[in-house]
């Protein structure tokens, strides 16, 4: 069974308070694990050039057509199977995996592999706040690491560029 643990309104706007409005606004944004989309709306707030979710749930799926209503691309899969068939480069991409999966790992070599952060972009990874993760990981640097309640925001930003 699936617990789905929507990320808190007080870490959504934490999330948004990080980063520049322009950044969002000319960015395009991948939300995977997406769950019911409350990071994706927050985003949505400041019109970034696009945002993608990709998410397994159908219930979930169902709910972020609701919301969305075309106005943003929703993927329904497994997050492994899809990024690499995802054709186009992310300026942010933000992952909540289920906390105790603790996926860190496999989801930056596969962001990593795919080629689809643009140069200079931006990881955001939310996870439980006792999960230590590197401050260097493959070509991802640490720049922003805090801790709200029970869940921590790790901000990676992508050294150099994507393609070398």
Do not use: C, W
Request: hydrophobic share 35%; proline share 4%; aromatic share 10%.
């Amino acid at each position: 069974m699936d617990y789905m643990r929507p990320t808190t309104s007080k870490v959504r706007l934490a999330i948004t308070s990080m980063l520049s409005r322009e950044l969002i606004e000319k960015s395009k944004i991948l939300d995977i694990f997406a769950g019911i989309g409350s990071v994706s709306e927050e985003f949505d707030k400041f019109s970034p050039k696009k945002i993608v979710m990709i998410e397994k749930n159908i219930k979930n799926i169902k709910v972020l057509e609701k919301k969305f209503k075309n106005k943003h691309e929703i993927i329904k899969g497994n997050v492994y199977s899809l990024i690499p068939k995802l054709n186009e480069k992310f300026n942010i991409i933000f992952a909540d995996p289920p906390y105790e999966h603790r996926e860190f790992p496999k989801i930056t070599d596969s962001i990593s592999e795919s080629k689809i952060i643009a140069e200079d972009g931006l990881f955001i990874y939310e996870h439980y706040k006792d999960y230590k993760l590197p401050n260097q990981y493959a070509d991802f640097k640490k720049v922003r690491d805090k801790k709200y309640g029970d869940s921590r925001l790790s901000i990676y930003k992508l050294e150099g560029e994507a393609d070398g």
